[in-house]
């Protein structure tokens, strides 16, 4: 494969050349939300500027063009994924995504003695909506707990498959940890026993190649905005049958093709869970992200990532009281940690000083943290576009927060 000019890479994004603090950025929270490239604003904007219009309504030239990018869009996403474009719902997010799944294929099936299994590893996300459908059928959610290394364990998990189990919500990527799950091997499993998975490929989609057909699950939920898309832009893909049997979640405009106070005939799979003006600029913009990661190559883009994973990991190795949560052999860019003596919020808002922005807290998963027996971590996580002088500096002024703590 050609080397990439990840410099160059770089330089495609406005914002990291930026000063925060008088000093250079050094961005290290992309797992909460990723920075945009420029070929990405520029979509935006040239929408907004030379092609606004609504979606699936007007036949003027201008509402043509609209619906051809928001529809080109979906298409191309749906080839990314290797997925066809009529089963994949456009949405705000992996948020919105799961709770569809929750709404419109759990809540109208499952019933008292039903099982949902959640891994100890889920972005509140994967979690609270499953606890809302618990409260309203009579389902229990159970916990498929993880090995201390922050993997999940396989015969664990498969004894924790028993007959009550109707629904298996699993991540891809944790957002805490960085293990990277075998869902493949997972979705074969539960398949086996009937078992509906939902997969959250939030944290996936941005940093390897995601491959939905092969993975065999039901569904798969994603989000734009930590793949260089803009905010408010995700999706669901879910097997045909599914969708054509889950009633629409929200209802409105654009999800119908017939409205009268007898009835309403809806639209079908996926128009029939797109109730509304949808972000259309968003979505545009997110074809535009599908294109600047498919130039570069999710290949080359996962080479990277492990390489300045490694780096960063050998250095924080090397700080004594330092711990690390998650060391799982399959690992994403994501490192928590936590120094001995300092507060993992101390340690950020002295990070910031030096222009370092990581983040600190519970990350969106109390349960995982609970497990780890921890109220906070600090979380770094790396992008292609990071480099290996910027790990160097993160780590020179940890050490000088760290000292300023003692
Ligand atoms: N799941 C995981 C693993 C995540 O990291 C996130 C974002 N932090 C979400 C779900 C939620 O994504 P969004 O807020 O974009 O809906």
Same mark, same amino acid.
């Given at each position: 494969p050609t080397p990439v000019d990840w410099a160059a890479v770089r330089a495609?994004?406005? $914002?990291? !050349?930026?000063?925060?603090?008088?000093k250079p950025? %050094? *961005? $290290?929270?992309s797992a909460n939300t990723g920075q945009k490239p420029a070929a990405v604003i520029e979509a935006v904007d040239d929408f907004y500027r030379a092609h606004n219009a609504n979606v699936s309504r007007a036949v003027h030239t201008l509402g043509t063009e609209a619906t051809e990018a928001y529809e080109g869009a979906r298409?191309?996403?749906?080839r990314f994924l290797n997925v066809r474009g009529d089963d994949l719902v456009?949405? +705000?997010?992996? !948020?919105?995504a799961i709770n569809l799944v929750a709404y419109s294929w759990a809540l109208p099936r499952l019933k008292p003695g039903d099982t949902i299994l959640v891994s100890r590893m889920e972005h509140h996300a994967n979690i609270v909506p499953w606890q809302l459908v618990a409260q309203r059928t009579g389902a229990v959610v159970r916990v498929a707990e993880i090995a201390p290394?922050? +993997?999940l364990d396989p015969d664990a998990l498969r004894a924790a498959m028993t007959p009550d189990v109707k629904l298996l919500a699993v991540t891809h990527v944790s957002n805490v940890l960085g293990t990277v799950n075998p869902v493949r091997e997972i979705c074969r499993e539960a398949r086996k026993r009937g078992i509906v998975t939902v997969v959250d490929g939030s944290q996936a989609v941005p940093h390897r190649k995601v491959d939905i057909a092969a993975i065999g699950c039901d569904f798969y939920a994603l989000t734009g905005h930590k793949m260089c898309g803009p905010t408010g832009t995700g999706a669901l893909w879910a097997r045909r049958e599914h969708l054509q049997a =889950?009633?629409?979640f929200i209802g409105g405009g654009e999800m119908i093709k017939e409205v009268s106070f007898d009835g309403?005939?809806?639209?079908?799979?996926?128009h029939k869970f797109e109730a509304g003006t949808p972000n259309i600029a968003g979505f545009i913009g997110l074809g535009a992200a599908v294109d600047y990661l498919d130039a570069i190559g999710m290949a080359h883009i996962e080479a990277r990532e492990a390489e300045l994973l490694a780096h960063a990991t050998e250095e924080l190795d090397r700080i004594e009281g330092l711990r690390i949560f998650g060391r799982a052999p399959e690992k994403a860019a994501v490192i928590s940690f936590l120094v001995e003596g300092a507060h993992a919020h101390d340690l950020a808002t002295l990070l910031d000083l030096e222009g370092v922005a990581i983040r600190s807290g519970q990350h969106c998963a109390h349960p995982l943290l609970q497990f780890f027996g921890v109220a906070a971590t600090c979380r =770094? +996580?790396?992008?292609? *576009?990071? !480099?290996?002088?910027? %790990?160097?500096?993160?780590v020179a002024a940890l050490k000088k927060a760290r000292s300023l703590l003692a």
């Open positions: 495609d994004f406005p $914002l990291l !050349t930026r000063q925060v603090q008088g950025l %050094i *961005y $290290l929270d298409r191309k996403l749906a456009l949405c +705000s997010g992996t !948020t919105f290394d922050g +993997s =889950m009633p629409p309403t005939v809806f639209n079908d799979a996926p =770094m +996580s790396l992008a292609f *576009y990071n !480099t290996h002088e910027e %790990i160097e500096k993160f």
